[in-house]
C-alpha cells in the first residue's frame, strides 16, 4: 500500500527474554507466545544474495517466514528447502521472491531453533499503542533477537519511544555481523569474488592469485554439483576452470613455457568430464521453449527426445559426482590449490616481473584491436566460422577485463563492458542455436538403425526443431552485425584508449 | 468510499454500540474503515480505548489537514481507525464536503498516510440541526436503531416528516429495532406495526436487548471480539450483512 505507516526491523544479539524490557515509559511491553520452539532452516541462494538484499528466509513448522530490511514479515505455509522459487504456492512470500535467480534452488543455509512471539505495548486502558513481533533464532553459535515493529497511525511517540528503547545496538538485515553470530562457520560464496590488486603488482603475482581464488570458487560448487540443488552449481564451476584457463592461455610469457603448457593440460582434463552435463542441462532448462518452437503434433517425439536427455543427464551425473568424490580427484584439486595458494611451485616466465596494470592493458589493447578487426570484416555473407570466432574473442576480452576491473575507474569500466555484454548475448544465443542443431543431428546419428532408419517420430521432433533453431541462428547473426556497430561507437572506442591504452605512454 | 451515518433523534437507543460494531463488522470483512466519533455524548472512542487527543477540542482544526489527519489513531484491529473528535458542526460540515471531493487536500493527506477509506461510519449526535441534514444529505447510508416502544415510534415518524419537508431521499434510511425483548408484548406489537406502515425503511436484523452489549463498556471493545457465539455478536454480523447486500 501507498505510503503505509511504517515500520521498522531491530537485530539484537541475545536471547528475547534478555532483550526484552518490561515496559518503556508508561507502556508496558506485552508478549503472547505465537510459535513455540521449533526447528528453522535458513533458506538463501547459494551466493546468500537473499541475505544481502536485507532478507531473511526461514522455514519452520511447515511455514515460510520472510523478514524484510523495510520491517515487513511475510508469512505463507509450505515448504521451500531445496525448490525452486517458481515451485512455491501462490501467496505474499513467493511474490516477494520474484526477483530471486530464476535458476537457482533454495538451500539450507544454516539450522536452529525458532520460536516468536507477539508484542503489543500497552498504555493504562490496556490499548495497543504499538504492534510488532519478536522472533528469536538459536543455533548452535548464537543467538538473534528480532524485531519487527508496526507503527500504528496516531502512536507515533509510543513507537519512537519503543524503538527508542528496544533499538540501541539493534543491526539490520543484510548486516554482516548478524549472521556470523549465527553461523559463524558458513562461508560467503562469490561467483566472482573480488580479488585485491595494487597498481604496482606483478602479472606473476595477479595471475597466481586470479588461479587460486578461481580454484577455491570451483572447489565450493562441489558438493552442490553431487547433491544436484541446481543447474548453476556446474555452470559456476564449469566458469571457474575456465577463467583460469583463460589466464593461463592470454597470460602469456607470465608462468614458464613448460609449466604453462602442462597446466593447460590439467585444467582441460578437469573440464572433460563436465561438458555433457552442462550440455544436457542446458537442454532440459529449455525444455518448455523447445516445446513451444514446435507444433503440438511434434511434441510426442519431443517428449521421447527429452525423456532421453533426462535418462542420460542421471547416467552422467552420476558418473561426474563419482569423479568430484574420487582420491584421485580430490588429490589433485588439493595440489593445484597448494600450488597457487604458496609461494613455492609456481614457476616464473618472462613477462612475470611485468607490472599487472601495464601488462593487462597492453593484452586488452591488442585483444580489443584483433577483435575489432574481425568484427568489422564481417558482412552478411561472411561463413558462421567468423561469427563463432568472433565470440571466442569477446569472451576472451571480457575474462581480461574483469580480472583487471578493480584496477581501474568502476564507471568508465560500465561503459564499455555493458555494450560487450549486448554483443555476447546476442553471440551466445547464435552459437546456442548452432551448437543445439549439430546435437540434435548427432542424435540422431546414434539412433539410426543398420538400414538408416529412425523411429518417425523422433525424427519429426528434431526435424521440427532443427528447422527452427536454424532460422534463429540466422536471425541472431543478423543481429551481430548491428550490436557491433553499437559496440564501434565513438564513446567506447574512445574509452578504451583512454582505459587502456593513455596510460601505457 | 461509502459514508454510513448511525443516527437517532433519540438517545440510548444502543447508536453507539451499532457504530461500533458495524465498523468493526466492516474492517473485519477486509475494508479499510475510519469511524468517526461525532457525538459529544458518544462513546465510540471509548469502546475503543481511544483516547480523545487534546487538538481535537481545538476550534476548527479542520482547516489544518494535518492536524486532522493527525488525529485519527488505529484502533487495535486491523483496518479500523478512529476519529475521536468531538467537532464543531462547522468543521464536520467542511469535514464531509472534503471526504466527498476526491482532490481535496483532506483526502490527498489520507492518502499519503496508508491510503483512503472505503467505508466511513458516523456516530452521530442526537437533534435535528443543520448537522444532521447535512449528515443526511452527505451520507449513502443513514442506519437508524429503533427501540421497539410507543415513544421511538413516535420520533421515527418525525425523522421521517423530516425527511419529507426537507424533500430528503428516504431511502437512504434503513432502520433497525434496537434493544429488542421478544418476551414484551409492547415489543412484539410495535415491531409489527412499524414494520408494516415503514416496509420499506426497516432491515429485517434486529438487535436483541443483550447483557453482552452492556458488556462492551466493560470490555472496551466490540462484542464479536469477546462474545463471538453470542446472540449479540450474531445480530450484528447479520445487521451489516444485510446493509452489505442492499447498498453494494
Known amino acids: ?505 | 468510499m461509502r459514508i454510513i451515518a448511525c443516527y437517532s433523534n433519540k438517545g440510548g437507543v444502543g447508536k453507539t454500540a451499532t457504530s461500533v460494531n458495524l465498523a468493526h463488522a466492516y474492517a473485519q470483512a477486509g475494508r479499510r474503515v475510519l469511524l468517526c466519533d461525532l457525538d459529544p455524548q458518544g462513546a465510540s472512542g471509548f469502546y475503543l480505548r481511544v483516547k480523545p487527543s487534546k487538538k481535537l477540542t481545538e476550534a476548527r482544526f479542520f482547516e489544518d489537514v494535518k492536524k486532522f489527519t493527525n488525529a485519527i489513531r488505529a484502533s487495535d484491529f486491523d483496518g479500523l481507525d478512529v476519529l475521536p473528535a468531538n467537532m464543531t458542526y462547522r468543521d464536520f460540515d467542511i469535514f464531509l464536503s472534503r471526504m466527498r471531493n476526491k482532490r481535496s487536500r483532506l483526502k490527498k493527506a489520507l492518502n499519503s498516510v496508508g491510503g483512503d477509506y472505503d467505508v466511513i461510519v458516523l456516530d452521530c449526535p442526537p437533534n435535528f440541526s443543520t448537522l444532521s441534514e447535512n449528515i443526511f444529505k452527505a451520507a449513502d447510508v443513514i442506519v437508524v436503531p429503533v427501540i421497539p416502544t410507543t415513544l421511538s415510534e413516535r420520533t421515527f415518524e418525525q425523522l421521517v416528516t423530516f425527511f419529507d419537508a426537507h424533500k430528503l431521499r428516504k431511502k437512504k434510511l434503513h432502520a433497525f429495532f434496537s434493544m429488542v425483548q421478544r418476551r414484551k408484548t409492547l415489543h412484539q406489537e410495535t415491531m409489527k406495526a412499524m414494520s408494516k406502515l415503514y416496509r420499506k425503511r426497516f432491515l429485517k436484523a434486529c438487535i436483541p436487548f443483550a447483557s453482552d452489549i452492556e458488556r462492551m463498556g466493560q470490555h472496551r471493545a466490540p462484542v464479536s471480539t469477546f462474545a463471538r457465539r453470542s446472540a449479540a455478536a450474531s445480530a450484528y454480523r447479520a445487521l451489516f450483512e444485510e446493509l452489505e447486500g442492499q447498498t453494494d
Open chain 1, 1 to 505: 500500500m501507498k505510503g503505509a505507516p511504517s515500520q521498522d526491523m531491530l537485530i539484537i544479539p541475545g536471547p528475547m527474554d534478555s532483550v526484552m524490557p518490561r515496559s518503556v515509559g508508561d507502556l508496558t511491553l506485552h508478549l503472547k507466545q505465537d510459535l513455540d520452539q521449533t526447528p528453522f532452516v535458513l533458506l538463501d541462494c547459494h551466493d546468500q544474495s537473499l541475505w544481502s538484499s536485507g532478507r531473511l528466509l526461514i522455514e519452520a513448522g511447515g511455514t515460510l517466514y520472510l523478514l524484510c530490511k523495510d520491517g515487513a514479515v511475510l508469512r505463507q505455509k509450505g515448504r521451500a528447502d531445496g525448490h525452486f522459487v517458481r515451485d512455491l504456492h501462490d501467496g505474499p512470500v513467493r511474490a516477494a521472491l520474484s526477483d530471486f535467480p530464476a535458476l537457482r534452488a533454495l538451500t539450507a543455509i544454516g539450522r536452529g531453533l525458532f520460536e516468536t512471539r507477539a508484542l503489543a505495548a500497552l498504555d493504562d486502558l490496556q490499548k495497543t499503542q504499538v504492534r510488532g513481533v519478536v522472533m528469536t533464532l538459536m543455533s548452535d553459535a548464537g543467538q538473534v533477537t528480532i524485531v519487527a515493529l508496526q507503527n500504528l497511525r496516531g502512536y507515533d511517540r509510543a513507537y519512537s519511544r519503543v524503538i527508542g528503547a528496544l533499538g540501541n545496538g539493534a543491526q539490520k538485515l543484510g548486516d554482516d555481523g548478524v549472521f556470523r553470530s549465527l553461523f559463524p562457520n558458513h562461508v560467503t560464496y562469490r561467483a566472482k569474488p573480488d580479488i585485491a590488486m595494487t597498481t604496482d603488482e606483478r602479472a606473476f603475482d595477479a595471475a597466481r592469485d586470479i588461479i587460486a581464488t578461481y580454484l577455491k570458487v570451483a572447489r565450493q560448487n562441489e558438493a552442490g554439483i553431487v547433491a544436484d540443488i541446481d543447474t548453476e552449481f556446474l555452470h559456476d564451476y564449469r566458469v571457474s576452470l575456465r577463467r583460469i584457463r583463460s589466464v593461463l592461455s592470454l597470460f602469456k610469457g607470465v608462468f614458464s613455457e613448460a609449466q604453462t603448457a602442462t597446466l593447460k593440460r590439467a585444467f582441460s582434463d578437469l573440464m572433460a568430464p563436465t561438458g555433457r552435463l552442462r550440455d544436457l542441462d542446458v537442454y532440459i532448462l529449455d525444455r518448455d521453449n523447445y516445446f513451444s518452437m514446435i507444433p503440438e503434433e511434434l511434441h510426442v517425439g519431443a517428449r521421447q527426445l527429452f525423456d532421453r536427455f533426462e535418462s542420460e543427464r542421471s547416467q552422467v551425473l552420476a558418473r561426474l559426482a563419482r569423479h568430484l568424490r574420487s582420491r584421485d580427484y580430490n588429490r589433485r584439486m588439493a595440489d593445484l590449490t597448494e600450488m597457487f595458494n604458496g609461494d613455492k611451485g609456481v614457476q616464473p616466465g618472462p613477462n612475470a616481473e611485468r607490472g599487472a596494470c601495464e601488462f593487462a592493458c597492453a593484452l586488452i589493447w591488442k585483444r580489443y584491436g584483433k577483435l575489432c578487426k574481425l568484427a568489422r570484416s564481417i558482412t552478411p555473407e561472411t561463413p558462421d566460422e567468423a561469427v563463432h570466432e568472433l565470440r571466442i574473442l569477446c569472451k576472451k576480452l571480457r575474462y581480461l577485463m574483469e580480472f583487471f576491473a578493480p584496477l581501474f575507474d568502476a564507471r568508465s569500466f560500465r561503459v564499455v563492458i555493458r555494450p560487450l555484454k549486448k554483443l555476447q548475448d546476442n553471440l551466445g544465443r547464435f552459437n546456442d542455436c548452432s551448437v543445439q542443431q549439430q546435437a540434435l543431428m548427432e542424435l540422431v546419428q546414434t539412433q539410426t538403425n543398420t538400414a538408416g532408419r529412425i523411429d518417425a517420430r523422433l525424427g519429426l521432433a528434431v526435424g521440427g526443431l532443427v528447422a527452427v533453431l536454424n532460422q534463429r541462428q540466422q536471425a541472431e547473426r543478423a543481429r551481430v552485425i548491428d550490436n557491433f556497430r553499437h559496440f564501434d561507437g565513438p564513446d567506447v572506442r574512445k574509452m578504451f584508449r583512454t582505459l587502456f591504452h593513455e596510460k601505457e605512454g
